[in-house]
Structures are given as C-alpha cells and as structure tokens.
C-alpha cells in the first residue's frame, strides 16, 4: 500500500515535510519504506536530497483503532525525528576544531589538524559517522589514561602536530637529533640527522623532545612519524588516513601496515 503521508519538519526552514511511503503486513506487523518515485519534500521547496539515507523496512505495530497509514505515519515521523536530531548535534574535534563539510564527497573534516571521517552517502550519515569517529578517540584516550599510558591532558586525540623549525631555531636547538621530513613527487621519506646539522635541502627538520608522537613501520620499510595512532577499521575500511608532520595526508592500506609505536 502506498501513502504520501506527513514526515515532520524541515530541518532547513521548520516548514512541513511529507512524501510517500509502502507498507505491508507481515506476520501481524507493519513493514514501511520509503517510496523510490517520490522522495520527500518541503512544502518552501528547501532543498532535502542528501540530507538522510532513504528510510528502508522500518517495523511497526498498529496501536488499538490505529490504522496502517496512522501507525506508518508515526513511525516515519520518529525516524526522520531522530535523523533530524543527529543533523543538530555535531561534536568538536578533539583537537577543539570545529569541523566542516566536504560536500564533494560527503564528509566532515577538522580544518585545524586535519583529521575526517569517511565518506557517506548522505549528511546525515556524513555526522554521524564524524561523531562516532571522535567517540571513539576519546574513548581510547581515556582508557589509555586509565592504565597510565597517557599523561593527564595528553592523548592521541589532542595532540598537535610540531610544527618545522626556521633556520634560527635550528642553530639555537638544545637537541642532539632532529628528525628531517623529504616530501618530493610524491615519495615520503624521513631520517634522524645529528649535530653538527647538515645542510639538508627540501627537508622539513622538527625537535620531537617532549612531543607525542607515532611511528608507522610500513612492510616496505618505510617508517613515518605521525601525531596520528591507529584507529580501528569499521564499516569495512580497508586503509588509514594520516598526517605526516609537513601536514600533508598519507592514505595507507591495512595491509601494508606491521605495526604502530608509541
């Protein structure tokens, strides 16, 4: 059976959003899913396609004198409720930055350090999963304080990355080692250089003393030095997106990976 039934308010301008839906009885419960040919729209004409993924087999039972378009209704008007509540609560970076969309491909990004979350089909979906993703960092960054592996204030989630050192700093650095970054067409590479400092051209040098840092061993013997750790795959990702310390993005396969130290 399909209905054009009333959804709830539009998430752009509070006016009334309504489209139609199927349903059908199974085993004394209501099946509902959006309809393919006409999607929903705002009665102002705003804008609503991409802003949620299509609304697929949602269950629901009839109330007492409640008929099926009434109890479909109702269930379509709690979920495009709780996606219009998910579009309303974006979370910080745990860098403190307040991310921003990447509409080309659906994303959310931190214009500050870098970090994003995985494209989506929908915006909806593209906040979610940017949430999620900063769930989990605090998450691990409070466990891993928890067992006294972080010290208070410091974890993967907030660190920032160093920042090159200018000629002068350079010639006044206390450090015995600095870490020089090669960046060129495309190639990575990087090494520790030593007092007396080399002249070093195209390298970027950073004094990582009393930085928080990681380090990638690559199966190829590639080693790069991130503020980035290892977050675990979900939704069936297959790589790591990191920064290296120029602030340039490596996206490097799971399998190409052996480990990640501290």
């Given amino acids: 059976m399909t209905e054009n039934i009333e959804w709830g308010a ?3 301008c ?3 959003v309504a489209g139609e839906v199927d349903s059908w009885e199974c085993n004394g419960r209501l099946h509902v899913e959006q309809s393919y040919d006409n999607p ?8 609503l396609e991409g802003f949620a993924p299509r609304i697929d087999d949602l269950v629901a039972e009839c109330g007492d004198g409640e008929s ?3 109890a479909a209704e109702r269930a379509v008007k709690k979920e495009w409720s ?5 579009a309303t609560r974006v979370n910080p970076c745990v860098c403190g930055g307040t991310p921003v969309l990447k509409p080309e491909e659906c994303r959310l990004e931190c214009p500050d350090c870098g970090r994003m ?3 989506t089909p929908s915006l909806v979906q593209a906040i979610a999963a940017w949430n999620d993703c900063m769930a989990g960092l605090r998450k691990r960054d409070a466990e891993r304080a928890g067992m006294g592996l972080l010290a208070k204030g410091v974890g993967l989630g907030v660190v920032s990355a160093p920042r090159p050192l200018s000629g002068e700093e350079i010639a006044s650095c206390d450090s015995e080692r600095l870490l020089g970054v090669w960046e060129e067409n495309g190639c990575y590479r ?10 070093t051209d195209h390298a970027s040098l950073f004094d990582l003393a009393g930085v928080r840092v ?27 997106i990191i920064r290296t310390l120029t602030g340039h993005h490596l996206v490097i396969p799971n399998s190409a990976i052996l480990y990640v130290a501290d």
């Fill in 10 to 12: 539009c998430p752009v």
């Fill in 14 to 16: 509070g006016g009334r």
């Fill in 40 to 47: 929903p729209t705002c009665e102002n004409g705003c804008p």
């Fill in 68 to 70: 099926g378009k009434e």
């Fill in 82 to 86: 709780r996606m219009c509540g998910i």
């Fill in 117 to 119: 979350a995985r494209p």
């Fill in 190 to 199: 990087e090494r520790e250089v030593a007092r007396p400092f080399p002249y």
């Fill in 214 to 240: 990681h380090r990638w061993t690559l199966a190829d013997g590639t080693v790069v030095t991130s503020p980035d750790g290892w977050t675990e795959p979900e939704h069936g990702e297959v790589s790591q």
